[in-house]
């Protein structure tokens, strides 16, 4: 692995055979003093490098981890949880690939926030890897060998009105998108502000929506062309595609 400042486009020239795997990961927790971060991995049974190197790795084998620098001047990226300061209610839905990523904003989150979160996993056991938080909703749904999303866009359409509704809100403003192939896109869009921060400053409901890009992209849908919610306050992104490898 090229350990240069330029070691992005040293990598991409690498012959195929001598690239080293890179795949991306949430970052559940920091202990900078221990030099230690604790990240939850999925080990899913499709030909993987990041799941086989969890399956088989022990104390003492190592890898690389590549990270965005909070020193660097400007938008330093890593952070794509964006809520306007005084959105009313918050909505986080996702797979098991989001889960660390939602425990981790619930767990940040001030005690006044408020809102819903759904995540679905392959089983009821993954649930110890949820947390809670005083002013949500926690909802952890066990997949069972159903398809992707057939719990989570059910429970995702069930819980979005009634947050909407809670505020009296209006969602008459429904918005046309245009049609994303998750096969050849990538299914990503944080709304922020030219500086990185918030689109907006206010909003009756942010949602957060992260996973297989497939689902995401039925789950935005909804929000925005059905429910007529704010594309601003839509953050939404495709973390792995069915069949496809990242990258
Ligand atoms: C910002 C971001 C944060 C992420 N955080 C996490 C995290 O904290 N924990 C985590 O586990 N994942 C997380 N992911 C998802 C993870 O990067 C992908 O699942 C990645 O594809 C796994 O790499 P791999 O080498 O195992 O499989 P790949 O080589 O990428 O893919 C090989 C095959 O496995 C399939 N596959 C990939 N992931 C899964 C899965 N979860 N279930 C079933 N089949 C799968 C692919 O469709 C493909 O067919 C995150 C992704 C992003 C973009």
Known sequence: MPRTDDWYALWRELPQEH???IRTYTVREVRAELREIDVDVVVHPVDGPASAWAESAVIGDELIVLGPNAHHDGVHGGVDFLPPPHAERILLAGDETALPAIAAILERLPAEASGHAIVEVPHSDDAVCMTSHPGFTVEVLARDHRARGE???????AAAPNLLRSEGTATTQRAELSDVDVDVEMLWEVPSDDHGGPAQQDAPLYAWLAGEAGVIKTLRRHLVSELGIDRKSVA???YWRLGRAEG
């Open 236 to 238: 939404f992104m495709g």
């Open 19 to 21: 690239r080293n795997p």
């Open 151 to 157: 719990l989570l866009v059910p429970a995702v359409q």
